[in-house]
């Protein structure tokens, strides 16, 4: 909102200092975005919950209590409610439209005179003639949105404030074709519609050079209908800004007759008959009880009585003290403009930004009960970002609406993903089916900024076909960590395996992996993710991705980008926190016995890894492959894969003997099971 330090000079008392009055303002609430000290003029963030600030007689209120002066409203003519009028007005819609004021006016249309120019244009807006000019002039002063009609090209003369009916289209100010849906509220004449309710209105009916007599409306729409109207149309107006916000139900015959006074003072109209008011469920006056030891509680300082009735007073509320009872309290009336206040603590946070915030003292509320323990959840989340970031992953907070193409190959085979309603652009257009793409788009993001290693991770929200659940993610490309003296290596998919692997194994999840057939991760290089507890369940998955998919989304294809994915709710059902047991450093030596064998070189490692622990003694502490080896020497189709074993007894020290005989047994189990050879 440009404020026009000339203009709010002329509504309230402010320093002459424009530095000075945005700063105390700013304190109150309302950020600062740019002060022009050329044309006088601040332009304030105004927050969503604040259409009544959208306006200088708002901004002045909020000065008003700041310097301790009374606003001075800006003029209003005399306007006569009644039935009788040129134009007939007809309110079909009263839930999208429960209030629509209308004066017709005789006008003469020329060039607005230089002081409304002025201030129009610092204000942002660029003058037409005097009679849309005034119409603006009273948006930006009062905040009422307002929309003048040429009464010689309506048909009817009639204004019916109806539904679009099917088919309907119109050609907006901006002379763009519109088609319009039975949603949509419109202002028709007796034949077609004339303006889109709060958007913006129609050249059909639009004020020209040889205008004579206009119809000015002023009125309240439905803050929801004006939002969905204006995102369907993809039009956004000032006028659209203000009333999906929540306007104010008594400001339509305010805006009129200030507009009367103005057209008066420059002499471009007067108006004809009475004013036309189309309001058929009045609202009552919201009354909220403000006692003051909630607000000593809840500001944690007792305000002083006489500050109450002096902030909340030139803001607009009426206050009363209420003597019915012995706790000192206020009866306060909410004004209409007000859509914000509508209970207690609404008003308290009013006498506490003027009382300032900054006198508050700064203590630690008591504490009535011992604190609950964390709920089970956000222990699992910290504990999962613990581990995550100790092993070199940093955290990342992706969008869960992503764009339908970044979305499908991580779908299910012939599942569609969960398409949003009211998308806000075709990069929001679905539900995310995974959080890999999300993390994908935040790699590419980084290698385009010459970040080689990336490690990223994420936990948050998919939803599959079978519905929402809660995951975790990792990315990682690049680099594997390793010491700075060692040389360098691509990562692979056991350095990601082994993440894994030590995320389950922290929640004491006993786990196994098997190859996976993913549309998005390369064949030979993926792995599904098995919770072996007390029954066998789906985990996650591990792998390459593809590089078409990695390509897609603008990811070097000569890179490897290697992904994880694991559901956090089995994770959790597979926890055993509970049964950590301390156990004491080892007491006698162990030893340690290399074999070398030539194995099928489809055998997964995890099948030699069950023969070996099978076979085994339970003095066997580790199994460790060390090399794979497969060229010359070695016949085709076969590797050589070597393992360390490492032997260990709890009560005694072994002897060689023990060690190689357990190793004679492991060898014959491998050549009897797999048809391996000993090198």
Request: net charge neutral; proline share 7%; charged share 25%.
């Amino acid at each position: 909102m440009r404020v026009v330090h000339a203009w709010l000079s002329e509504l309230v008392d402010i320093p002459a200092d424009l530095e000075r009055v945005a700063t105390e303002i700013s304190l109150r609430g309302f950020e600062v975005a740019e002060l022009d000290q050329r044309r006088g003029v601040i332009d304030f963030e105004i927050t969503a919950n604040r259409p009544d600030c959208l306006s200088h007689i708002g901004i002045a209120r909020e000065a008003a209590v700041i310097w301790s002066n009374r606003t001075r409203p800006p003029a209003l003519a005399v306007m006569r409610p009644a039935d009788e009028s040129p134009i007939v007005v007809e309110v079909e819609d009263k839930a999208l439209c429960p209030r629509y004021c209308a004066q017709v006016f005789d006008v003469r249309v020329g060039p607005s005179p230089g002081w409304i120019v002025d201030r129009l244009e610092a204000a942002g807006v660029r003058p037409i003639n005097n009679i849309v000019d005034v119409t603006n002039y009273v948006m930006l002063e009062l905040g009422q949105p307002m929309h003048a009609f040429d009464l010689a090209r309506l048909r009817g003369p009639r204004l019916i404030i109806r539904r679009a009916r099917p088919g309907e289209t119109i050609r907006t100010l901006d002379k763009v074709d519109r088609p319009l849906d039975e949603e949509m509220l419109v202002i028709a004449d007796a034949e077609r519609p004339t303006a889109i309710g709060g958007v913006m209105g129609g050249v059909d009916s639009e004020i020209g050079s040889g205008t004579s007599r206009i119809v000015l409306e002023s009125a309240y729409f439905q803050p929801a209908s004006v939002r969905r109207t204006s995102k369907r149309v993809g039009l956004k107006t000032e006028a659209s800004i203000r009333f999906e916000r929540g306007g104010d139900v008594a400001a339509p015959p305010v805006g009129i007759a200030r507009a009367a006074a103005l057209f008066e003072k420059i002499d471009a109209g007067r108006a004809v008959e009475s004013l036309v008011d189309r309001y058929a469920s009045p609202r009552p006056a919201v009354g909220v009880a403000l006692r003051a030891d909630r607000i000593a509680r809840l500001l944690g300082q007792r305000v002083p009585s006489v500050d109450v009735p002096r902030i909340l007073e030139p803001l607009g509320f009426r206050v009363a003290r209420d003597s019915s009872t012995r706790d000192e309290r206020w009866a306060v009336t909410v004004p209409s403009f007000r859509v914000d206040v509508s209970n207690e603590a609404d008003l308290i946070e009013e006498v506490g930004r003027h009382y300032g915030f900054d006198r508050l003292p700064i203590t630690f509320p008591p504490l009535a009960a011992p604190q609950p323990p964390p709920d089970a959840t956000i222990v699992r989340s910290r504990k999962l970002r613990e581990l995550l970031t100790a092993a070199g992953f940093s955290e990342a907070t992706t969008f869960a609406f992503i764009e339908r193409q970044s979305a499908v190959p991580f779908c299910e085979a012939g599942a569609e993903p969960h398409a949003i309603a009211n998308p806000l652009s075709e990069k929001f257009a679905v539900l995310r089916p995974s959080l890999l793409p999300g993390l994908l788009d935040s790699c590419v993001h980084n290698r385009r900024r010459e970040r080689k290693d990336i490690q990223l991770f994420e936990e948050g929200s998919r939803f599959t076909a079978a519905g929402e659940g809660r995951a975790v993610g990792l990315i990682w490309c690049g680099p594997a960590q390793a010491h700075w003296s060692a040389q360098p290596r691509g990562v692979d998919f056991f350095d990601m395996k082994g993440v894994v692997e030590e995320v389950c194994a922290a929640f004491g999840a006993s786990i196994d992996f098997t190859p996976a057939t993913r549309s998005f991760l390369l064949r030979g290089r993926a792995a599904d993710v098995w919770a072996t507890g007390n029954a066998r369940e789906w985990l996650g998955l591990i792998g390459q991705l593809t590089p078409s998919v990695a390509a897609a989304r603008g990811f070097p294809e000569s890179e490897e980008v290697y992904v994880a994915e694991i559901d956090v709710r089995v994770l959790a059902a597979h926890s055993s926190r509970d049964d950590t047991k301390a156990q004491a450093l080892p007491r006698y030596p162990s030893i340690v016995r290399d074999i070398s064998i030539l194995i099928d070189e489809a055998l997964p490692a995890a099948a030699v890894r069950g023969t070996i622990r099978s076979s085994a003694p339970a003095t066997l502490v580790s199994i460790t492959e060390f090399d794979r080896y497969q060229g010359k020497g070695v016949p085709e189709g076969r590797i050589s894969l070597s393992l360390r074993l490492t032997f260990r007894a709890p009560d005694r020290t072994l002897t060689d003997q023990e060690a190689q005989d357990a190793t004679t047994r492991i060898v014959n189990a491998l050549r009897t099971t797999h048809g391996a050879e000993q090198r």
